[in-house]
């Protein structure tokens, strides 16, 4: 079991802003990539933005430019802050590590961010 606790969802108004955090253990967080994910109401889970131990970030293309992903190696934690919110913007949102050498994504719990307009 991985521990990723997550924390920072809710509820937002249409172009508001929010940041969702993850906080791991250490000798996760020091080796592997972290990612944000999310899942809406009936459809499938999909990438949002990942981020290496060297900082490296990548996002999904419908992202960019409104989400940030970075991480705090003080803390153990990677963020994502999420700006100019759309309520398409809703659904569970995860946060997910892996290591480099592998495929498979260990999960968090989710943490539910729903926007209104």
């Known amino acids: 079991q991985v521990p990723l606790a997550e924390s920072g969802g809710g509820l937002a108004h249409a172009g508001g802003s929010l940041r969702l955090s993850c906080t791991t253990s250490?000798?996760?967080?020091?080796?592997?990539?972290m990612g944000w994910f999310r899942q809406a109401p009936g459809k499938q889970r999909e990438f949002v933005a990942t981020?290496?131990?060297?900082?490296?970030?990548n996002y999904a293309n419908s992202l960019k430019g409104r989400f940030t992903i970075s991480r705090d190696n003080s803390k153990n934690t990677v963020y994502l802050q999420m700006n100019s919110l759309k309520p398409e913007d809703t659904a569970v949102y995860y946060c997910?590590?892996?290591?480099?050498?592998?495929?498979?994504?260990?999960w968090g719990q989710g943490t539910q961010v729903t926007v209104s307009s």
């Open positions: 981020i290496t131990s060297g900082e490296t970030s």
């Open positions: 997910a590590t892996r290591s480099p050498f592998a495929t498979i994504w260990r």
């Open positions: 250490e000798s996760i967080f020091s080796r592997n990539i």
